[in-house]
């Protein structure tokens, strides 16, 4: 039989066999497609408060699905499959696959905060998504973002020396996201500091870069920031 | 006789109505068909009264004591009213324990009857036990301790479903019943704060929290409580073989079907026409509108009438009311017997 509501079966749910015999019945050709159910049969009660700990999820609870912000959404006009109100709805039953579903365009929302302006409880949708983004970026998800592995390598460098070099970021960012070291706009820098001859400047670049100096006395330092950090991180995300 | 008001129920309303009449100096008969006064708040348990926060036995209590208290009121409990004859200024009523009672005036303070829920066996309750109705839920928050029944464990979650016995042609009730979703967030604040591991959702189809329960009650109970609103009729409550119930529907917007497990489920009932208005309606001489209740008289300027002259009422008998708006309306069907009792003695100089 010809399926008649195609449009509701998600292209992941249709199971293909060239071959299948179920109780000894030969189900292939053109009675091989499957279809996995698409019944809801759980809630997790904590993915709330998981989205909740995170700044600008702060107010998901308080939705009622008007459909305000979706209604006013700038990326919705752009695109129907971006909803912010379903996704809230989805945040506040724990109805995570369905988020995930949708990992690949959550991240869009451009924050305009109109959603923000005309929300009558005061969700502060923006907030919602970008929340939702972190969240996926956290659990593995979505990929990491270049401004998170910056971030990373930045804050690397101060836990192990106290300090950054200029040079060492660049090149671990570089390297991470798998860009060139040869940038461009880095060869213009580089010649037009030629010019000056900076001796005094190129003894010290060289001299850091080879060394990996430390700040004075730093010691342990490093160690217990990156503790309390961590303590901070599990403190505010369980 | 002239001087005399037969009211006809002792809930929130028949009792707003005799303090009315008793307190513009006339006498009250008040006839009660059960052993207890005070009405649905009382006979069937509820906690504390929306929006007062009050508990029922309390708010009520003092409402019985204050009619009770008045010599001029005299009051037959577990007794009905058999017959009603005469007109305006002249009623004379017979009663069931064998009295007659002269009076000038009636106020019909008959109320409803709570929905059965077993007239919706879809919905599990009399199956499972750990399905209830609101009242029983009621009964369960003032008794202190919120307990599955089948064995007495804390429920990890409640579902509470609206619109049980309202708005439902299937079963032949097309009207809402008005008070059951601010009863139900109601609930399930309380159901809360009595039970803080406990997660409480919400099945609606519309939220009718109307007036001032919005803030109150809804916005309250979501943004306070953390109580979840799913938008989905529920098809069917059924057992899930680990001893909870599978509650399944359709979630209109994921547009999915749902079924999810829960430790509880309560049916918040609606309000049916009393039971006995066949017999009211008989007895009394008065209509009954479509749908069971007393027709109401012209509203502007027959207030608290119904479809007999002399005859009055107030609150639930004429639909779903809430309790404060059934001691407004009994206050005003007394104040409107009064009102008519003194026209006539004016008249006849």
Redesign the interface.
């Known amino acids: 039989m010809a399926i008649h509501e195609k449009s509701?079966i998600e292209p992941e749910r249709l199971l293909h066999h060239d071959e299948l015999v179920v109780d000894g019945v030969d189900v292939s050709g053109h009675w091989n497609t499957m279809i996995t159910p698409?019944?809801?049969?759980?809630?997790d009660?904590d993915f709330?408060a998981k989205i909740q700990a995170i700044p600008g999820g702060e107010n998901v609870?308080?939705c009622?699905?008007c459909g305000s912000c979706t209604n006013s959404c700038t990326m919705y006009a752009q695109n129907v499959q971006f909803n912010p109100r379903?996704w809230i709805?989805?945040v506040?039953?724990g109805?995570k696959e369905?988020i995930i579903k949708d990992k690949d365009i959550v991240w869009q929302c451009v924050s305009c905060n109109k959603c923000t302006n005309i929300c009558p409880?005061d969700v502060k949708p923006e907030g919602v998504m970008k929340a939702l983004a972190h969240w996926m970026e956290e659990e593995g998800i979505t990929d990491k973002t270049p401004s998170t592995i910056f971030d990373e390598e930045f804050t690397e460098q101060i836990y192990h020396r106290g300090r950054i070099e200029d040079s060492h970021v660049l090149m671990g960012f570089y390297q991470k996201t798998g860009q060139s070291m040869f940038q461009n706009w880095l060869r213009v820098f580089g010649l037009r500091l030629a010019r000056h001859l900076p001796v005094h400047l190129g003894l010290k670049f060289g001299r850091n870069l080879l060394m990996k100096p430390r700040t004075k006395s730093w010691g342990r330092t490093g160690e217990v920031l990156q503790q309390y950090v961590r303590e901070q991180k599990e403190a505010a995300h369980g | 006789m002239q001087d005399t008001v037969l009211i006809v129920g002792s809930g929130p309303s028949g009792l707003s109505a005799a303090a009315q009449v008793a307190g513009a100096g006339y006498k009250v008969v008040m006839v009660e068909k059960e052993e207890t006064l005070g009405g649905a708040p009382i006979l069937s348990g509820y906690a504390k009264l929306v929006p007062s926060g009050e508990w029922a036995k309390d708010a009520i209590g003092r409402m019985v004591k204050r009619v009770e208290d008045d010599k001029a009121v005299t009051i037959h409990k577990g007794t009905r009213v058999t017959q009603l004859e005469g007109e305006p200024g002249n009623f004379t009523a017979k009663l069931s324990n064998n009295k007659q009672i002269k009076a000038g005036a009636v106020v019909l303070a008959t109320g409803f009857t709570h929905f059965d829920s077993v007239n919706k066996p879809e919905w599990g309750f009399g199956t499972y036990p750990d399905v209830l109705t609101s009242t029983q839920m009621e009964q369960m928050v003032a008794s202190g301790k919120i307990a599955c029944p089948s064995d007495g464990r804390v429920p990890?979650?409640v579902a509470i479903l609206l619109c049980v016995g309202s708005r439902d042609r299937q079963i032949g009730r097309e009207w809402c019943s008005k008070i059951c979703c601010t009863v139900s967030a109601n609930l399930a604040i309380e159901i809360k704060e009595m039970s803080p591991e406990t997660?409480v959702f919400i099945y609606y189809m519309d939220?009718r929290t109307f007036g001032l329960y919005e803030d109150r009650f809804y916005?309250k109970s979501?943004?306070e409580f953390?109580t979840?609103?799913?938008?989905a009729r529920i098809a069917e409550v059924t057992a899930s073989g680990d001893g909870r119930l599978l509650v399944k529907g359709e979630?209109t917007?994921?547009?999915?079907?749902?079924?999810?497990?829960f430790d509880m489920v309560v049916h918040a009932i609606g309000m049916d026409p009393n039971q006995d208005n066949p017999e009211i309606s008989k007895v009394f001489g008065v209509e009954l509108e479509k749908h069971g209740f007393l027709q109401k008289g012209e509203q502007y300027t027959n207030t608290c009438g119904t479809s007999r002259p002399g005859v009055y009422s107030c609150g639930a008998a004429y639909g779903p009311e809430t309790i404060d708006d059934s001691i407004a309306q009994g206050a005003a069907a007394g104040g409107r017997a009064v009102m008519d009792l003194a026209a006539l003695v004016r008249k006849a100089g």
Do not use: G, N, S
């Open positions: 509701l698409r019944t809801l049969t759980d809630y009660d709330e609870h308080r009622w699905q379903y709805y989805a506040r039953l109805l369905e409880k | 990890e979650r997660d939220i916005w979501q943004e953390k979840k609103f799913v938008k979630d917007l994921v547009k999915r079907p749902i079924v999810i497990p």
